[in-house]
């Protein structure tokens, strides 16, 4: 299971961490990432970390602004967002796949948390 939480209603400028609980188990077998998507848009890739909190990819659209870290005796995956804008508005995802993480920008992860929505206002 992945659980995410942390979203919100924040200004533009602001900064926002959202999280991403799981089981022992999935975090370390797991490579785990984020997406978005909003509304009339397609799902979007944001990053993606190795097993354990391993190595982390970015797409260029979020890279330097979105930063991911975890807590590995909590078994979480955050991502921090920087300098938000209206434009980052979106239901979040968290995600975890037995795939190479760097995969996970072309391709469908296998399992899905519940998303978490944050608004960026103008």
């Known amino acids: 299971q992945l659980q995410a939480s942390g979203g919100g209603l924040v200004q533009a400028g602001d900064s926002l961490t959202i999280s991403c609980a799981t089981s022992?188990?999935?975090?370390?077998?797991?490579?785990m990432g984020w997406f978005r998507q909003a509304p009339g848009k397609e799902r979007e890739f944001l990053a993606a970390?190795?097993?354990?909190?391993?190595?982390?990819y970015y797409a260029d659209s979020v890279k330097g602004r979105f930063i991911l870290s975890s807590d590995n005796a909590k078994n979480t995956m955050f991502l921090h967002m920087n300098t938000l804008k209206p434009e980052d508005t979106a239901i979040y995802y968290c995600?975890?796949?037995?795939?190479?993480?760097?995969?996970?920008?072309?391709?469908?992860?296998?399992?899905w948390g519940q998303g978490t929505q944050v608004t960026v206002s103008s």
């Open positions: 995600a975890a796949d037995p795939r190479p993480a760097q995969a996970m920008s072309i391709m469908t992860p296998k399992y």
């Open positions: 022992g188990r999935t975090f370390t077998a797991y490579r």
């Open positions: 970390q190795g097993r354990g909190g391993g190595t982390k």
